[in-house]
């Protein structure tokens, strides 16, 4: 249990948000939204000017900010960055994609459950792995 992530509780964690902008507004209307000292965000608002660079960058922002515990990622926009988000393997912060207004979410793309259906399979159990 040591080797556990552990997630800072002297402040409160963040949830992070890579999304189409209703998606991003919806959040930050429920009070996800956050702007640190050095105006930094805990969200990226994609659009078609939005470049797959931007969204990598992001990426890799929120994935190494300690604040940060959770990402929210549009299944669409994880599919344009999908080699980054199947090769994230940290417990913290958990990657989630999520469906948007105009992308409806495709279990057979999300990596989570392409995990856990591995974790799950007859091959993983009969071999002994859990």
Known sequence: MANRAQIPTKN?????MIADEDTVVG???????????????????VDSKTTVKQIEDAFKEFTTREDIAIVLISQYVANMIRFLVDSYNKPVPAILEIPSKDHPYDP???SVLSRVKYLFSAESVASGRR
Do not use: E, M
């Open 12 to 16: 409160s964690a963040l949830i992070a």
């Open 27 to 45: 959040f930050l209307l429920a009070g996800v939204g956050n702007v640190d000292l050095r105006r930094k965000t805990n969200y990226l608002i």
């Open 108 to 110: 057979a793309h999300d």
